[in-house]
């Protein structure tokens, strides 16, 4: 692939899981990255998240040979967001790649009640914090990048979403809040695509997050063997950034394994992830 320096993104959520992988993949092409998220210091986090933080993440960018701008954000709080984008402006003068990332339903994955458990027997927190950070954010800070986007008359937004909007998935907030994603993307590119600005939606396949990597210590039926790493989804992303021809597709749902195919690259490990399209769709 050809190389994104200079060119400017925004990724949010990028403490850590596929967020970070999302900016690391970036990285590998030199592109300058602003890591957006609320974690300065993971004291307060589970053990195994304790070194993963917006610092962190900006460090491991910088060495991988992009450059890496931590930038603390609340994304429930359009204020902050807005402060990002003004940042963004006033440091680069354009903004190039936005990946929305930033999910607020991950205090309730933790809890039993998130799997197995009927949407009237689960507390409403749980929809509103999925679609605060995870919906409207997606809305907010496309709106923002929208704006800068359509003068430069380019750029690229992608939704990170998730089968769980296809088909059920973990319980009913989780599968509405993946189809509201996938539908931003769709009517959000309808609405750009004059302006050069693809939107898409992308679908990873199982990731080795770092919650992942720990669930696995305690279960022998995860692989994480079988798993893409959280730095493929941003190769992925790298790659429709490299795109000029990305347009064509603006709207879809597009799915890791097959961005990858497409593209001609390997995971990390040189390993070629598959699609789960036809276990999943």
Avoid at 161 to 166: I, K, V
Avoid at 247 to 255: A, E, F, P, R, Y
Wanted: aromatic share 10%.
């Amino acid at each position: 692939m050809n190389s994104l320096k200079g060119r400017v993104a925004i990724v949010t959520g990028a403490s850590r899981g596929v967020g970070k992988g999302v900016a690391l993949g970036l990285a590998e092409y030199g592109a300058t990255v602003y890591i957006t998220g609320r974690t300065e210091d993971g004291k307060e986090l589970p053990h195994f998240l304790k070194d993963t933080n917006i610092y962190k993440t900006s460090e491991e960018v910088t060495k991988l040979g992009g450059v890496g701008v931590p930038h603390k954000c609340d994304h429930s709080k359009d204020e902050e967001v807005e402060l990002l984008f003004k940042r963004v402006i006033e440091e680069q003068g354009r903004l190039d790649i936005l990946v929305n990332n930033a999910w607020g339903g991950g205090i309730h994955a933790m809890q039993e009640y998130f799997f197995n458990t009927p949407f009237w027997k689960q507390p409403v927190s749980l929809w509103d914090d999925n679609f605060t950070v995870g919906v409207r954010s997606n809305y907010v800070a496309s709106s923002f990048a929208a704006e800068i986007m359509m003068k430069q008359k380019c750029g690229l937004i992608v939704n990170i979403s998730f089968y769980g909007g296809r088909r059920y998935m973990n319980n009913v907030t989780y599968g509405v809040c993946k189809a509201a994603v996938d539908r931003l993307s769709a009517d959000t590119a309808y609405e750009l695509k004059d302006y050069g600005v693809p939107v898409f939606s992308l679908y990873p396949g199982q990731v080795s997050t770092e919650g992942m990597i720990e669930y696995a210590k305690y279960d022998s039926n995860i692989d994480l063997g079988k798993m893409e790493s959280p730095q493929f989804v941003g190769r992925c992303v790298a790659a429709l950034a490299n795109n000029e021809n990305a347009i064509i597709d603006t709207g879809k749902v597009l799915i890791t394994g097959e961005v990858a195919e497409r593209y001609g690259f390997t995971d990390i490990d040189g390993k070629q992830p598959k699609s789960l399209r036809s276990e999943l769709w």
